[in-house]
């Protein structure tokens, strides 16, 4: 298959322009960064997405500023470090707290697709930070921009092949996608501040410098993600390209590979939807990298790159039909590939609380509530973190619901570690409820510049609000998925679980239901622009409701489903407050 060598064409979106002039990402970063100004330019601003941060403005801080006659934007930077599975050290999850103690915000996230974040970094210490993390081995390329993202897997360190398999596939996908642009190095990982653009040759093939992705790069973001029939705790549905491994005998015989999710909507725009992934073929381990690089290379070559709105992958199945996308990606491995086996997905485990790896030692699924590690006046997580890291020095895994696994610990231990916990006032996370283990927020207002309203800092209030209704309907015990976002982005994945809340308005929220903890469908909207201090008030009788009328072993999202919107708001209608 004969690479494209340019994008030629008067109908391409802006982005596409700036990345092609841009000589593999560079631009004019390097004299920007020089510069004492407290931000970039446009076209850097995007081309910084790339590289692993954000440029973002604290309209909390703006706010503040505007009360004392300034109104300036407030300019920050978030730092996202890619890490393939969730997998790191006691020693590197010390140096992102480091960071964000010394350059940052005093605090570190994780995100839902097992990565960190670094909050409030200021322009004259970006490089500082990203040269950092680079030194405790690991990277920021290609957390962000359109490439291939963060690949995920499930973090579970059972002491069966199987997951090892799936993690060396996570961190082999996860090298051959990276960007290979020697911008990067230069601009962050040297001590040279200008004069960058003479290291890469513009007029060189592109094909050369970035084999996989050219000049251009993808249209669009692009998500990986590796699970299990029996646990998808990774939401393979919602990637753009899911891996779902075959086991057998302890080992993975192959991947029944589904491509086309994806959850990010543009309320003004009706041609945007969201997406789960349709499955494609099954593949052995030995097919299985190259069939990923043909299904992105199918989209870098026809993805949509005159409108960003309708650039991922799945509006390119959408399009197409599967059948005709499979034909084309088969067309660029080179073989036919056979259908999907029958596996499919069946268990979802967040793996909180003690659990054995089949070694001697076990792990403890800490649940972190949205993902933010810090101390307050309520607990102190990141001390507690310090010091766990410090005396038992455990292996550390992400999860991709924002919470952590403390992993190798010998049985010994066990107690020091609950003890740290408790000491520091961290609830374990067998005292937590629930709704509240099973709920998760996007960042949202006031950094992130497409949040229209609140989502981590509301969502704490709103399931504490929960805890009481449902233990008073007595289902205190039920698990459901309950994600918020600040807009219909949907990067904490709203749109596939049993309660959706995205932000529609300013201190409004769209409310959806009947989606499923599995992740294999879609709720849907049952009311629109409800006040923040409306939410829980709405859901209140559809549990009641719940409880009256399920089936024996009826989730609550499949009892929304079976419903339907008409009838959820009827008989919530007719049900005492």
């Given at each position: 298959m004969a690479e494209p060598t340019s994008l030629d064409g008067p109908k391409l979106s802006p982005v596409e322009g700036i990345k092609e002039k841009s000589q593999f990402l560079l631009g004019s970063m390097d004299s920007e960064l020089a510069a004492n100004d407290a931000n970039f330019g446009k076209d850097s601003e995007t081309l910084l997405k790339f590289h692993g941060t954000y440029q973002q403005d604290d309209r909390d801080a703006r706010t503040l500023s505007r009360k004392d006659g300034a109104g300036d934007k407030s300019f920050i930077f978030m730092v996202r470090t890619k890490i393939p599975g969730g997998k790191l050290t006691s020693d590197q999850l010390l140096a992102e707290l480091d960071l964000a103690d010394e350059l940052g915000n005093t605090t570190l996230r994780v995100t839902t697709r097992q990565g960190l974040q670094l909050h409030g970094i200021v322009k004259s210490n970006l490089k500082a930070t990203i040269r950092r993390i680079n030194d405790i081995q690991l990277s920021t390329l290609g957390a962000c921009g359109d490439v291939n993202?963060?690949?995920?897997?499930?973090?579970?360190?059972?002491?069966?092949?199987?997951?090892?398999?799936?993690?060396?596939?996570?961190?082999?996908?996860?090298?051959?996608?990276?960007?290979?642009?020697?911008?990067?190095?230069?601009?962050?990982?040297?001590?040279?501040?200008?004069?960058?653009?003479?290291?890469?040759?513009?007029?060189?093939?592109?094909?050369?410098?970035?084999?996989?992705?050219?000049?251009?790069?993808?249209?669009?973001?692009?998500?990986?993600?590796?699970?299990?029939?029996?646990?998808?705790?990774?939401?393979?549905?919602?990637?753009?390209?899911?891996?779902?491994?075959?086991?057998?005998?302890?080992?993975?015989?192959?991947?029944?590979?589904?491509?086309?999710?994806?959850?990010?909507?543009?309320?003004?725009?009706?041609?945007?939807f969201p997406a789960l992934a349709k499955r494609l073929a099954f593949v052995t381990p030995d097919q299985a990298l190259d069939v990923v690089t043909a299904v992105v290379k199918v989209q870098r070559d026809f993805g949509n790159r005159e409108d960003r709105k309708t650039a991922r992958l799945k509006y390119l199945v959408a399009n197409w039909g599967i059948e005709a996308f499979k034909a084309k990606v088969e067309e660029y491995y080179g073989s036919a590939l056979p259908d999907c086996t029958a596996d499919d997905v069946h268990g979802f485990n967040d793996h909180m609380g003690w659990d054995a790896q089949g070694d001697g030692r076990w792990f403890y699924g800490l649940n972190i509530e949205n993902g933010r590690i810090k101390d307050d006046d309520t607990m102190h997580l990141k001390t507690a973190l310090r010091e766990i890291c410090g005396a038992v020095r455990p292996g550390i895994r992400l999860t991709s619901h924002q919470s952590l696994l403390l992993t190798d610990i010998a049985e010994a231990?066990?107690?020091?570690?609950?003890?740290?916990?408790?000491?520091?006032?961290?609830?374990?996370?067998?005292?937590?409820?629930?709704?509240?283990?099973?709920?998760?927020?996007?960042?949202?207002?006031?950094?992130?510049?497409?949040?229209?309203?609140?989502?981590?800092?509301?969502?704490?209030?709103?399931?504490?609000?929960?805890?009481?209704?449902?233990?008073?309907?007595?289902?205190e015990r039920e698990a459901f998925t309950l994600r918020m976002t600040g807009c219909p982005n949907g990067c904490a994945r709203p749109y596939n679980s049993d309660v959706g809340l995205v932000g529609k308005a300013k201190g409004k929220y769209t409310v959806l239901v009947g989606g499923q903890l599995l992740g294999k469908r879609l709720n849907f909207i049952y009311k629109d622009f409800v006040p923040e201090e409306e939410v829980v008030a709405t859901l209140k009788p559809l549990f009641a409701y719940f409880k009256q009328d399920r089936q024996s072993g009826e989730t609550f999202g499949d009892f929304c489903a079976r419903k339907g919107q008409a009838d959820l708001a009827a008989h919530a209608a007719e049900l005492p407050a």
């Amino acid at each position: 298959m004969a690479e494209p060598t340019s994008l030629d064409g008067p109908k391409l979106s802006p982005v596409e322009g700036i990345k092609e002039k841009s000589q593999f990402l560079l631009g004019s970063m390097d004299s920007e960064l020089a510069a004492n100004d407290a931000n970039f330019g446009k076209d850097s601003e995007t081309l910084l997405k790339f590289h692993g941060t954000y440029q973002q403005d604290d309209r909390d801080a703006r706010t503040l500023s505007r009360k004392d006659g300034a109104g300036d934007k407030s300019f920050i930077f978030m730092v996202r470090t890619k890490i393939p599975g969730g997998k790191l050290t006691s020693d590197q999850l010390l140096a992102e707290l480091d960071l964000a103690d010394e350059l940052g915000n005093t605090t570190l996230r994780v995100t839902t697709r097992q990565g960190l974040q670094l909050h409030g970094i200021v322009k004259s210490n970006l490089k500082a930070t990203i040269r950092r993390i680079n030194d405790i081995q690991l990277s920021t390329l290609g957390a962000c921009g359109d490439v291939n993202r963060n690949v995920m897997c499930c973090p579970a360190p059972y002491h069966k092949p199987y997951y090892a398999e799936t993690q060396q596939l996570a961190d082999q996908i996860a090298a051959h996608l990276a960007p290979r642009t020697p911008a990067y190095h230069n601009l962050w990982l040297t001590d040279i501040s200008t004069g960058q653009r003479e290291l890469v040759d513009g007029g060189q093939d592109p094909w050369a410098v970035e084999p996989i992705y050219g000049a251009c790069y993808m249209p669009r973001k692009f998500k990986i993600a590796i699970g299990f029939p029996f646990d998808n705790c990774t939401d393979i549905y919602t990637n753009d390209l899911g891996l779902l491994a075959i086991v057998k005998d302890d080992h993975v015989v192959g991947y029944n590979v589904v491509v086309g999710g994806g959850l990010g909507v543009t309320p003004s725009a009706k041609k945007t939807f969201p997406a789960l992934a349709k499955r494609l073929a099954f593949v052995t381990p030995d097919q299985a990298l190259d069939v990923v690089t043909a299904v992105v290379k199918v989209q870098r070559d026809f993805g949509n790159r005159e409108d960003r709105k309708t650039a991922r992958l799945k509006y390119l199945v959408a399009n197409w039909g599967i059948e005709a996308f499979k034909a084309k990606v088969e067309e660029y491995y080179g073989s036919a590939l056979p259908d999907c086996t029958a596996d499919d997905v069946h268990g979802f485990n967040d793996h909180m609380g003690w659990d054995a790896q089949g070694d001697g030692r076990w792990f403890y699924g800490l649940n972190i509530e949205n993902g933010r590690i810090k101390d307050d006046d309520t607990m102190h997580l990141k001390t507690a973190l310090r010091e766990i890291c410090g005396a038992v020095r455990p292996g550390i895994r992400l999860t991709s619901h924002q919470s952590l696994l403390l992993t190798d610990i010998a049985e010994a231990d066990r107690g020091k570690i609950e003890e740290i916990l408790r000491r520091h006032r961290v609830p374990l996370s067998e005292d937590i409820s629930q709704v509240r283990r099973w709920s998760m927020a996007c960042v949202a207002w006031p950094t992130c510049g497409l949040s229209i309203t609140e989502a981590e800092r509301a969502l704490p209030g709103l399931v504490d609000q929960l805890e009481g209704e449902l233990a008073r309907l007595g289902l205190e015990r039920e698990a459901f998925t309950l994600r918020m976002t600040g807009c219909p982005n949907g990067c904490a994945r709203p749109y596939n679980s049993d309660v959706g809340l995205v932000g529609k308005a300013k201190g409004k929220y769209t409310v959806l239901v009947g989606g499923q903890l599995l992740g294999k469908r879609l709720n849907f909207i049952y009311k629109d622009f409800v006040p923040e201090e409306e939410v829980v008030a709405t859901l209140k009788p559809l549990f009641a409701y719940f409880k009256q009328d399920r089936q024996s072993g009826e989730t609550f999202g499949d009892f929304c489903a079976r419903k339907g919107q008409a009838d959820l708001a009827a008989h919530a209608a007719e049900l005492p407050a």
